[in-house]
Nanobody, 119 residues
Framework: QVRIVQSGGDLVQPGGSLRLSCLES????????TGWYRQAPGKQRQLVAI???????TYADSVKGRFTISKDHAKNTVYLQMASLKPEDTAVYFC?????????????WGQGTQVTVSS
């Protein structure tokens, strides 16, 4: 099992920037990808960005060119750098670690962190 601690959520003005952090600990050896998801009030949780253990990245169309996902392997920390933030980016952001174990895939989730984009 992977323990995930998130940090970095805040209130920011439109056009501003913010960086979220996702610290992984425990059985991180089997983690194959880490992703950021978000859930706005009344909406389903949706994928924002994913980074594989080989640093291959994938982004939702809505954040391409504005958000950057990266991983510091030495610190077992995944970052989501967000720029040019828009009010529609307001949501609770969750970090997800996907591990390949002997009995199949396993997912661990962070506690969620609030990002509010408002003037």
């Amino acid at each position: 099992q992977v323990r995930i601690v998130q940090s970095g959520g805040d209130l920011v003005q439109p056009g501003g920037s913010l960086r979220l952090s996702c610290l992984e600990s425990g059985n991180t050896f089997n983690v194959r990808s880490t992703g950021w998801y978000r859930q706005a009030p009344g909406k389903q949780r949706q994928l924002v960005a994913i980074i594989s253990d080989g640093d291959i990245t994938t982004y939702a169309d809505s954040v391409k060119g504005r958000f950057t996902i990266s991983k510091d392997h030495a610190k077992n920390t995944v970052y989501l750098q967000m720029a040019s933030l828009k009010p529609e980016d307001t949501a609770v952001y969750f970090c997800n670690a996907r591990s390949l174990l002997g009995n199949g895939w396993h997912e661990d989730w962070g506690q969620g962190t609030q990002v509010t984009v408002s003037s």
